[in-house]
């Protein structure tokens, strides 16, 4: 029928208007379509992948994607001279590099624009073996960090005549701050004494690289070198020392059946989050079960197979519950525990069996030493351990914990697990959760297995402060740096001889308590009341670490902190009492060798400082090639901002032992240019070349850089990242290898000559200085590496914790009953539920982070904190709050409680949510919030001598070769000062962020109250990346400074700061705000010194070491003298 | 050579009529052209047609038909019927802005005032561009041209207007208000389904 309507249809050819006329005429055909035949650009492309092949990262065009918005090519074509209103095409160079905020150093790639150069955007690393080219929300932060109106343009020194915490700053250049601070170390250090080998201190937050400071502060014989870890992780690491000499678990969460989280770390939070929660992703699709313990409802537990909320600090108690059933119901993996527990040490341990039949510990001695003998016995040592008793301790339903030995079960030898944070900070006594953890882990075999949970140090690549034999001093490796021969008692106390990491936070509490200092010295040793020197590093004691008021006193007194310095680009509160503000740089301006166990694999990125790189790549040349990275921020117009390893390169050489006295000058000295510090081409290309061998091999055979003077520099320059070994699984039976005389395990060489085996088939043999150390494990004839330990096998039997007076601890165990409670308190945490004894009193969990910020570093990052405005409320049950009479919204005082003393710390008032997502009897507020300022701006002009001067009159532009000629001349010289863009003579502070408050403090007490929120402003620096400042819709509260609130509660065996609270909930008095706090830290001291006296068990006149000499002391290599200690009675 | 005007002409109008609201000079076509006024015959009938002036007939009649026809009640978009979600793809994904740029063209949308490049106007209006260059190569003798582009024209209209405009113009037969989109949807579709007819009849196998 068509056709015969085709024929009416003919007509259309007479009509009196031609068709062309009456059309639209929609289409067009000119230089818009052509633009986009002629490019390579299509709507439709082949594939979706982010990121161009390796070969296009000097030169990659792509299409704008603001300029995109406008509608892409089909509306407007390319953009060229014919075309001019086409869609821009952006002239990228990408540079790798890897994300500094958080620990897992995922890799990122900056695409520098040409033109201008900046970075126009941070994105992933695609060959990065980890983080395989994806990045959390933290990680594209980098690049409103890089340009935050507020960041540190210039050094600052406090103004002279001035007060720490005047808040009133000269600028200054980097050659008198070193000058100055050089010259008051190395005054120290000739004083040749022990005390002055103690009194210059280095303190990290993340540190995010693998060795390279800590290598400095040996090569000038410090015992200095101190870490954020006790108030972070230290508790999590505790049962990996104790169990196999290993700093920490390391899961292979892809290959997993079951995914056991003890935490909301991995999944959506915290430790090395975004690869973790991609691993796990990878698990889940292929069939894997998560769990998640955690008394709140995390994302992780949201979305869990099984959510299991125990009481805070209860887990080992669940832990024993599973090991109890595995034993009895014979689901022993028998073949791995008799050959990886050191079951024969336990067995032939008659002092300690009869220790533990006489403390009921085991209700009848073993017959024989036998391996069955050993299975007996845990069977009756655990066998208190039911359900029965689990539900009551840890009041888990018990469905739920018969639900998770089912799945426990059913993982077979592929169960993942990572302790860390979560239950262990928290809680006292926590780190048994994860050795208890470990032993039913264990008695599945599932450690060392594809799926299982692993070690640490097998998993990682620390060789950033390794690159000696580039330097004239330091020998291959370092060889030649003699051990530091000091015992820093500031950092190591001698109550705390088993702590896992230094007593940090304790530092301000130390340097005031004169009667601890008198006990001390009195008994012999050499404690420091003051110190020389103290040098924060990108860190902010005061407001991540408890009792912040403690520390701000410290701060301010010049008699106990002579000089101070922060190296530092972003205000924050510490940076308000230093004397000097050194801005070094973030993710992308900065180089570090850094590496963590994120899977089974050995992998490194290499951070660096990206604009740098971009214009060495395009043929700039420094003038001052030690400071490289300073002149090219500089050119840049992020302003005089510089990185560590080049300062500390130039403060060693030049400023602290200019004519080499102390023998430091030598140690960083460039071996082909001598006189002159080493480069970072030099360092590095040692570092890595000298210690990765497959590493060297590869880009020595690349034509790509087998010519270049670097090559394995420049291999990792162009890559970012590299994996060195990867599947690596049960590790522990690796052979050991004998070559030319010697036998090689864990990568070091002993004299095969010495080699001997003995009990239990542990293999002996003498090191290079002639020490008897275990190097491995005889079984069934095989010569095997085995784990760290003494016994070179799992120690479910710590025998050496017996000789540090911990004899009930030696075996994973938790406390059976309400007597055991008291008498085995510090396995109970302080806030177990047998403390509970108000109707308004709780237990506060405090350390879940929030997957958005990043401790110190986050506060101006605009991009994080539009996404993060929340308060950070207290989560309270539902129930609970009604029966409180809280609604959603309400103000409470929440007062802390300590439970050894029983003194109260103070109160901060926060906001209610009652939901069902936190175990019922317990609070949720993370201790991440509440950060504060003083002021809004701060006036520091813009140049203090006549000597300002351009950094460059080239338009910035990598094609334009006089901008690539041109570098600023004596840069950071007096008279050398650079014009700072856009900078008119006084900053924001954190003024995205962080609102202003005021403080009070007296010696006692202390108190805060926010007094003004943000507000949008105008940002003159980098206001092109900034033109949105004027929005801001949030008030800047991000909770309350409960850290202050919070007293140290020092772990009596890992040291860790436990930070949960006990805490009691009032109504908000009259006059109250949310993020008001109250803190009596007064009191604080005292409860610091109850849990020092009432629960540690230190050094004393029977003592003859500081700590056993086996496990790790971390960062710098002691002298065996070192541990050498005689305590007076 | 009068099939090809005819098919161009009729493409044309069609589109015309099914992109935007009129405006008095394409109503003046409208109405006084014969041939048209015979595709169209109860626009031609109609009284009001005749009776009120251009203006109301305009604003109170045929755009506000249009406007619900195909603003507010129907959706002239081939991916909305393509498409498993219903979504319009307005972005480059769009799958006949493939075959637009295959042959150079790009679609003005400050022009269109369309949303995505898959309007029913705007898919009617490449067919009248390939009639036209079809045209152009008998003009020219170049036969291997028009045998390509009858072979186009064909592919065309089964890959995408055969695929989903027969749903558009039945539902716009039925919601329709006036004589003049009444008819223009009937004529629509009886024209795309005889125009394919012809085309399969020349045109070997769809390419």
């Known amino acids: ?1129 | 050579m009068d099939e090809i005007i005819a098919r161009s002409n009729i493409y044309a109008l069609l589109s015309r009529i099914l992109l935007q609201e009129l405006d008095v000079e394409i109503l003046n076509t409208l109405m006084e052209d014969k041939t048209v006024l015979e595709f169209l015959p109860h626009w031609n009938e109609w009284e009001l047609r005749t009776t009120l002036s251009n203006q109301k007939l305009l604003e109170e009649y045929l755009n506000p038909d249009f406007t619900n026809l195909s603003l507010l009640h129907l959706v002239p978009y081939e991916t909305f019927y393509t498409r498993a979600d219903q979504m319009i793809e307005t972005g480059g994904a769009n799958p006949v802005t493939d075959i637009y740029s295959a042959y150079d063209f790009i679609v003005d949308y400050a022009v269109a005032r369309v949303v995505s490049s898959d309007h029913i106007g705007v898919e009617l209006e490449f067919m009248h561009h390939l009639c036209q260059a079809q045209i152009k190569a008998i003009e020219e003798s170049d036969h291997e041209s028009v045998t390509e582009l009858l072979a186009v024209q064909h592919r065309f209209l089964n890959t995408h207007l055969l695929k989903w405009a027969p749903m558009y113009l039945i539902n716009m037969k039925y919601e329709s208000r006036t004589p003049l989109y009444y008819d223009t949807a009937e004529m629509a579709l009886e024209f795309i389904l005889s125009d394919n007819e012809m085309l399969s009849a020349v045109v070997p196998k769809v390419s």
């Open chain 1, 1 to 1129: 029928m068509y056709l015969e309507s085709r024929r009416t249809f003919l007509k259309g050819a007479a009509m009196t208007v031609a068709g062309a006329a009456i059309a639209k005429g929609v289409f067009s055909t000119d230089a818009a379509a052509e633009s986009v035949e002629n490019s390579k650009f299509t709507n439709t492309p082949d594939s979706l992948s982010f990121y161009p092949p390796l070969d296009q990262w000097e030169g990659f065009q792509e299409l704008d994607g603001n300029d995109w918005k406008r509608g892409g090519i089909n509306r407007h074509g390319v953009q060229s001279e014919e075309n001019p209103d086409g869609i821009m095409v952006n002239d990228y160079m990408l540079v790798p590099t890897a994300c500094s905020n958080c620990e897992a150093s995922c890799g990122l790639t900056a695409w520098i624009d040409k033109k201008t150069f900046t970075v126009k955007k941070y994105m992933g690393n695609p060959l990065h073996p980890a983080s395989r080219g994806r990045n959390c929300a933290k990680g594209y932060a980098v690049q409103s960090q890089m340009y935050d109106p507020d960041r540190i343009p210039f050094p600052l020194k406090r103004a002279p005549g001035s007060k720490r915490g005047e808040g009133k700053w000269i600028r200054t250049t980097w050659d008198e701050a070193m000058t100055t601070i050089g010259k008051k170390m190395g005054d120290t250090l000739r004083n040749g004494d022990e005390l002055s080998r103690k009194s210059v201190m280095y303190h990290v937050g993340r540190p995010n690289e693998n060795g390279f400071v800590p290598q400095v502060w040996e090569t000038m014989g410090l015992d200095s070198y101190n870490s954020h870890t006790n108030i972070c992780s230290s508790n999590g690491r505790t049962p990996s020392i104790w169990t196999a000499n290993d700093d920490r678990s390391s899961p292979d969460w892809a290959n997993a059946k079951l995914i056991f989280l003890n935490s909301s770390h991995a999944a959506d939070a915290g430790h090395y989050f975004q690869q973790s929660a991609s691993f796990i992703a990878d698990a889940r699709k292929k069939g894997a079960k998560m769990v998640v313990m955690d008394p709140r409802m995390s994302n992780s537990a949201g979305m869990s197979d099984l959510w299991i909320a125990a009481w805070p600090g209860t887990e080992a108690a669940i832990y024993l519950y599973l090991a109890n059933r595995i034993l009895s119901e014979n689901m022993t993996d028998k073949k791995f525990v008799k050959k990886w527990f050191n079951w024969e040490t336990l067995m032939n341990d008659h002092k300690h069996l009869d220790f533990m039949l006489e403390k009921g510990q085991i209700t009848k001695a073993p017959t024989g030493n036998s391996f069955d003998d050993y299975m007996a016995l845990l069977k009756d040592m655990y066998a208190p351990y039911t359900l029965e008793y689990a539900v009551k301790e840890t009041h888990v339903p018990a469905y739920k914990l018969e639900k998770l030995y089912e799945m426990f079960i059913w993982a077979g030898d592929a169960i993942s697990t990572y302790i860390w944070r979560a239950a262990a900070a928290g809680n006292r006594g926590a780190w048994m959760g994860g050795r208890a953890a470990y032993f039913c882990i264990g008695l599945r075999g599932a450690i060392g297995t594809e799926g299982g949970t692993f070690f640490h140090h097998w998993h990682v690549i620390s060789v950033s402060g390794k690159g000696g034999s580039s330097t004239l001093g330091q020998g291959a490796g370092g060889a030649d740096v003699p051990k530091v021969k000091v015992w820093n008692e500031l950092t190591w106390p001698p109550e705390w001889p088993l702590s896992t990491y230094e007593m940090s936070y304790l530092l301000p509490h130390l340097l005031t308590d004169t009667a601890w200092q008198k006990k001390w010295n009195d008994r012999g040793l050499k404690v420091p009341s003051k110190l020389s020197v103290y040098i924060p590093r990108m860190y902010n004691p005061v407001w991540i670490n408890p009792d912040g008021f403690r520390w701000i006193e410290v701060l301010k007194d010049e008699t106990k902190m002579e000089l101070t310095m922060n190296l530092s680009p972003v205000w924050s509160e510490t940076n308000w009492y230093m004397d000097y503000v050194l801005p070094v740089g973030l993710a992308g301006e900065r180089h570090d060798q850094h590496s963590e166990a994120t899977f089974p694999a050995r992998w490194t990125s290499f951070r660096q400082p990206v604009l740098r790189v971009a214009l060495e790549k395009s043929g700039w040349k420094a003038k001052n090639p030690n400071r490289a990275t300073l002149e090219a921020h500089v050119k840049a117009g992020l302003g005089e901002v510089w990185e560590e390893n080049e300062f500390f390169f130039d403060l060693c050489v030049n400023y602290i032992d200019p004519d080499g006295s102390l023998g430091i000058k030598k140690m960083w000295e460039s071996k082909r240019h001598p006189g002159k510090p080493v480069t970072i081409p030099e360092w590095y290309d040692a570092a890595f070349g000298d210690n990765l061998p497959k590493l060297k091999e590869t880009a020595t055979n690349d034509e790509r850089y087998s010519k270049e003077e670097f090559p394995v520099y420049a291999y990792l320059r162009d890559h970012g990242a590299w994996m060195e070994e990867d599947k690596i699984y049960n590790a522990m039976e690796r052979e050991l290898k004998f070559e030319d005389g010697e036998v090689i395990s864990h990568g070091h060489k002993f004299d095969a000559g010495s080699m001997s085996v003995g009990t239990a088939g542990v293999i002996k043999a003498k090191d290079h200085h002639g020490k008897d150390t275990t190097i491995g494990i005889e079984i069934d004839g095989k010569k095997m590496e085995g784990f760290e330990t003494l016994t070179r096998k799992l120690e479910f039997f710590t025998q050496w914790a017996t000789d540090w007076k911990w004899r009930e601890y030696a075996m994973p165990f938790y406390p059976r009953n309400d007597k055991e409670k008291v008498e085995m308190v510090h396995l109970v945490s302080h806030v177990n539920h047998m403390y509970m004894k108000e109707e308004n009193s709780f237990a506060l969990n405090t350390v879940f982070r929030l997957p958005y910020n990043i401790h110190t570093r986050s506060a101006n990052s605009k991009h994080l904190m539009e996404i993060s405005q929340n308060h950070d409320p207290i989560w309270i049950y539902t129930k609970d709050a009604q029966r409180l009479g809280f609604k959603r919204g309400d103000a409470m005082r929440v007062k802390i409680v300590d439970t050894v003393s029983g003194l109260d710390s103070g109160y901060f008032v926060a906001m209610a949510v009652p939901t069902e997502a936190v175990m019922p009897g317990t609070l949720a507020c993370s201790h991440h919030g509440g950060r504060w300022k003083l002021t809004n701006h701060v006036t520091v002009p813009n140049g203090v001598t006549d000597g300002k001067v351009d950094p460059s009159t080239a338009p910035r532009d990598l094609n334009n070769k006089e901008f690539l000629k041109e570098s600023p001349a004596n840069i950071g010289k007096a008279g050398a000062q650079t014009k700072i863009d856009d900078y008119s003579g006084t900053t924001g502070i954190n003024s995205f962020g962080v609102p202003v408050a005021e403080i009070q403090m007296d010696g006692k007490i202390g108190k805060l109250k926010y007094v003004e929120g943000i507000k949008g402003f105008k940002a003159e620096r980098f206001a092109e990346y900034n033109r949105d400042s004027e929005n801001i819709w949030w008030d800047g509260l991000s909770g309350s400074w409960q850290n202050a609130v919070a007293a140290p509660h020092p772990d009596p065996i890992s040291g860790m700061h436990c930070w949960h609270h006990k805490v009691i909930l009032e109504p908000a008095q009259p006059g109250d705000k949310i993020g008001d706090i109250f803190v009596n830290y007064d009191n604080n001291f005292k409860v610091y010194q109850a849990w020092r006296d009432q629960l540690s068990r230190g050094l004393d006149s029977n003592s003859t070491i500081r700590r056993p000499r086996h496990i790790k002391r971390p960062w710098v290599s002691l002298d065996s003298t070192a541990y050498d200690v005689t305590i007076k009675s």
